[in-house]
């Protein structure tokens, strides 16, 4: 039997931290974007244990303050993506400035240095992970789902959707509906 499992990424790193944190007797407090201001500095043999506690789970700690300002940029669109109301109040570039007081130029240049992909780039591919997730869930209409992800139409979902996967929209929904039936079938 297969089943479908939907979970919060952010909700499910948040957990993982806190246990670890609080298993090591830490007095912290999360900053939001994947920070974590310690009231009291931890020894650099607590912060390996740390370390090699949280990379069981795919979690690493950045020490590069650049790698650093890159996850909290993906973080932030991440947040942008997701329906966030008061990021989504303002354009990815003016929201990205505001936020980590830096000027966008800088943020743009910086990520694509070390990711190799622009920030518009990387806003598409989590706009249409989030797709692909609203349509697997089937409840939503492509037309609440353009809206909810901020594209003018349809048709501009459409397009970046088939640029990004090679399939349109209904093509994707019609191969997954295929497979929710196979299963239900061999079930």
Same mark, same amino acid.
């Given at each position: 039997?297969?089943?479908?499992?939907?979970?919060?990424?952010?909700?499910?790193?948040?957990?993982?931290?806190?246990?670890?944190?609080?298993?090591?007797?830490?007095?912290?407090?999360?900053?939001?974007?994947?920070?974590?201001?310690?009231?009291?500095?931890?020894?650099?043999?607590?912060?390996?244990?740390?370390?090699?506690? &949280? *990379?069981?789970?795919?979690? +690493? /700690?950045?020490?590069?303050?650049?790698?650093?300002? %890159?996850?909290?940029? $993906?973080?932030? #669109?991440?947040?942008?993506?997701?329906?966030?109301?008061?990021?989504?109040?303002?354009?990815?570039?003016?929201?990205?400035?505001?936020?980590?007081?830096?000027?966008?130029?800088? &943020? *743009?240049?910086?990520?694509? +240095? /070390?990711?190799?992909?622009?920030?518009?780039?990387? %806003?598409?591919?989590? $706009?249409?992970? #989030?797709?692909?997730?609203?349509?697997?869930?089937?409840?939503?209409?492509?037309?609440?789902?353009?809206?909810?992800?901020?594209?003018?139409?349809?048709?501009?979902?459409?397009?970046?959707?088939?640029?990004?996967?090679?399939?349109?929209?209904?093509?994707?929904?019609?191969?997954?509906?295929?497979? $929710?039936?196979?299963?239900?079938?061999?079930?």
């Amino acid at each position: 039997m297969t089943i479908n499992v939907k979970f919060e990424y952010n909700t499910l790193c948040r957990k993982v931290l806190c246990e670890q944190l609080d298993a090591m007797g830490f007095t912290y407090t999360l900053l939001g974007t994947g920070e974590v201001d310690f009231k009291q500095t931890p020894s650099s043999a607590q912060m390996l244990v740390l370390s090699e506690k &949280l *990379s069981a789970y795919g979690i +690493e /700690i950045i020490s590069n303050q650049q790698t650093a300002l %890159v996850q909290r940029i $993906k973080d932030a #669109v991440t947040l942008v993506v997701n329906g966030d109301e008061e990021a989504q109040k303002y354009n990815v570039s003016t929201y990205l400035s505001e936020k980590l007081d830096y000027s966008y130029a800088y &943020l *743009s240049n910086l990520f694509s +240095e /070390i990711t190799h992909t622009s920030i518009e780039n990387f %806003v598409i591919l989590k $706009k249409i992970d #989030v797709a692909k997730t609203l349509i697997i869930e089937n409840n939503l209409t492509l037309t609440e789902i353009a809206y909810k992800l901020n594209y003018s139409s349809v048709a501009h979902l459409s397009t970046q959707f088939k640029k990004t996967t090679g399939l349109t929209p209904s093509s994707f929904q019609k191969i997954i509906k295929k497979r $929710k039936e196979k299963a239900i079938d061999r079930d």
